[in-house]
């Protein structure tokens, strides 16, 4: 037995030694001391000896769980420590080391025009109005004097969520709605989305945007949205920027014009970005048709008014030089960081 002993203590101390972290270690301790462990073990074989053995072996027994107790403690304070000194390397905070930076994001492109054209616009007394662009067939058409069957509703196919609900195909609906709440003088603009049943290609979107303008007051003419269009020109592409007014028709203006402005890369030579011709078509506008203010209970005997509508991508592209419209909805990072 003294010879078991002896090797268990052995043992006992290469495997304290060969622990490498403090479960390993615990493990060591219940193989050796715990209550079904090998001390026990020989501990239990005392009832065979003698009885002036027992107390020599009993003795001896004690001096190993003492020492292996002491070789436990000493491991288990060392693994501690490199434990820790570990865990602090691990978790140490270098601050002197650069921060990380941060990609500051900015505005979409459509959101810089349609931004531009607010302000200038807030700064000649217009306000800012919004409407719906889940819309009633009675705001997007029938107030706008496009009946059923009218012909004017085949270039503004939408999509239809009822018989008399859609997606706005125009922001003009926005139109109706302010005259219907607001007396005159008005004198708002209405930026947002608009949707077409177009297919997708360069110039062609079914989602896209528009800003309507709307001025309603005693004695508004024609000669007051040209200023109005010429000042919007100038503050938007430099003095000198002229504008163009081409006869059109829409049902909801009567007289109504297309609106051109001077190519502001050639300044009205000819060039590639306005194919040669020197000018940029870029809105539809006229005076508000009397029928359309008598449906929303304006008197066109007492108030005229005029208004007009921008394609924003349009814009965007003149401005920015985009060539394909689907570049502003890919959010591609290669391009919108160009902005
Ligand atoms: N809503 C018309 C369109 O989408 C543009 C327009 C607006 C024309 C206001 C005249 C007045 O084509």
């Given amino acids: 037995m003294k010879k078991q002993l002896e090797a268990l ?4 101390g290469a495997a304290i030694a060969q622990a490498t972290d403090s479960a390993a270690l615990d493990g060591v301790r219940v193989q050796y001391l715990g209550r079904k462990g090998d001390l026990t073990g020989v501990l239990k074989q005392m009832g065979r000896l003698s009885a002036e053995e027992r107390p020599v072996i009993g003795q001896l027994a004690n001096e190993v769980r003492c020492a292996i107790e002491g070789l436990l403690a000493q491991r288990g304070a060392k ?11 691990a978790e140490t905070l270098d601050v002197t080391m650069p921060g990380r930076a941060k990609a500051l994001g900015h505005k979409h492109p459509l959101s810089i025009v349609i931004d531009e054209v607010k302000e200038i616009m807030l700064g000649m007394g217009f306000s800012v109005a919004e409407g719906p662009e889940v819309e009633w067939d009675y705001y997007n058409f029938e107030a706008l004097n496009i009946p059923k069957g009218h012909p004017a509703r085949d270039t503004q196919d939408t999509f239809f969520i009822t018989e008399s609900m859609l997606l706005r195909s125009q922001t003009s609906p926005v139109q109706i ?9 008005i004198r ?7 949707y077409r049943s177009d297919a997708v290609d360069a110039t062609h979107s079914p ?6 303008g709307l001025v309603i007051d005693k004695g508004i003419t024609m000669a007051d949205l040209k200023g109005t269009l010429n000042q919007l020109a100038a503050r938007l592409f430099g ?4 504008t163009r007014f081409r006869p059109h028709h829409f049902p909801f203006t009567e007289p109504s014009c297309e609106v051109d402005f001077t190519c502001f890369r050639c300044g009205g030579k000819g060039c590639p970005m306005c194919k040669g011709e020197g000018w940029i078509e870029l809105l539809g506008a006229g005076m508000v048709h009397p029928k359309v203010l008598r449906g929303c209970g304006i008197n066109p005997e007492e108030y005229s008014g005029f208004a007009f509508g921008w394609g924003v991508e349009r814009l965007a592209m003149f401005r920015f030089q985009i060539d394909d419209l689907r570049l502003l909805y890919e959010n591609d990072m290669r391009f919108l960081s160009q902005f």
Avoid: C, N, W
């Fill in 9 to 12: 203590r052995q043992a006992a």
């Fill in 79 to 89: 693994l501690q420590e490199d434990e820790t000194a570990l865990r602090l390397k």
């Fill in 177 to 185: 709605r302010v005259m219907e709440q607001q007396k005159p003088p």
């Fill in 188 to 194: 708002i603009i209405a930026p947002g989305r608009v």
């Fill in 207 to 212: 989602l896209f945007h528009q800003i309507e």
């Fill in 239 to 242: 003095e000198g920027t002229k």
